[in-house]
T-cell receptor, first 117, second 107 residues
Framework: GAVVSQHPSRVICKSGTSVKIECRSL??????MFWYRQFPKQSLMLMAT?????????EQGVEKDKFLINHASLTLSTLTVTSAHPEDSSFYIC?????????????FGPGTRLLVL | QQQVKQSPQSLIVQKGGISIINCAYE??????FPWYQQFPGKGPALLIA?????SEKKEGRFTISFNKSAKQFSLHIMDSQPGDSATYFC??????FGKGTRLSVIA
């Protein structure tokens, strides 16, 4: 099946620094990528929808200036957590929607665990 | 946002038994209902999905039953195995996820 990778898998940073997370579709092109956040033992919460070549659409309550999303190509989207704080510590997961497949079919990445000290 | 209400929150099933997880949704405008399986520290993986033009879909030991009039859909895992122990999420399209059900299959 289709493969989505995320890098890094785990990151620890100091409060106030910025962290970039990459999401790549390895064997397919993705017009749309999605970013989710998952706190421990909780569900996935959609943060934003990213379309290649255009601005991301953010869900209500998600600060677009804090969570910068760039979808520069059909295989890469990046999420940058700017001026990270301990409350941003979470599991960040991306998914990619295949250009060729069914519209609703998404493939999830393995997630990135962020810990802000 | 439209919600999906998932139950139970946790479930313990004997090996070989049937695991049943339920979800209820609020809006009939959506035509794709997936179930995801997630192991600790991993991203979710699509398990099975259904469109409301059918009432049931089966893939191996996994079955989705869909009740459009009741606005409910459920996941049945037949012959549950310890390796099925994971957290399961239902979703509305892929935009809103249920709170998850932690399944433990015990020998």
């Amino acid at each position: 099946g289709a493969v989505v990778s995320q890098h890094p898998s785990r990151v620890i940073c100091k409060s106030g620094t910025s962290v970039k997370i990459e999401c790549r579709s390895l064997d397919f092109q993705a017009t749309t990528m999605f970013w989710y956040r998952q706190f421990p033992k909780q569900s996935l919460m959609l943060m934003a929808t990213s379309n290649e070549g255009s601005k991301a659409t953010y869900e209500q309550g998600v600060e677009k200036d804090k969570f910068l999303i760039n979808h520069a190509s059909l295989t890469l989207s990046t999420l940058t957590v700017t001026s990270a704080h301990p409350e941003d510590s979470s599991f960040y997961i991306c998914s990619a929607q295949s250009l060729a497949g069914a519209q609703e079919t998404q493939y999830f990445g393995p997630g990135t665990r962020l810990l802000v000290l | 946002q439209q919600q999906v209400k998932q139950s139970p929150q946790s479930l313990i099933v004997q090996k070989g038994g049937i695991s049943i997880i339920n979800c209820a949704y609020e809006n009939t405008a959506f035509d794709y209902f997936p179930w995801y399986q997630q192991f600790p520290g991993k991203g979710p993986a699509l398990l099975i999905a259904i469109r409301p033009d059918v009432s049931e879909k089966k893939e191996g030991r996994f079955t989705i039953s869909f009740n459009k009039s009741a606005k409910q859909f459920s996941l049945h895992i037949m012959d549950s195995q310890p390796g099925d122990s994971a957290t399961y999420f239902c979703a509305r399209l892929n935009l809103v996820f249920g709170k998850g059900t932690r399944l433990s299959v015990i020998a």
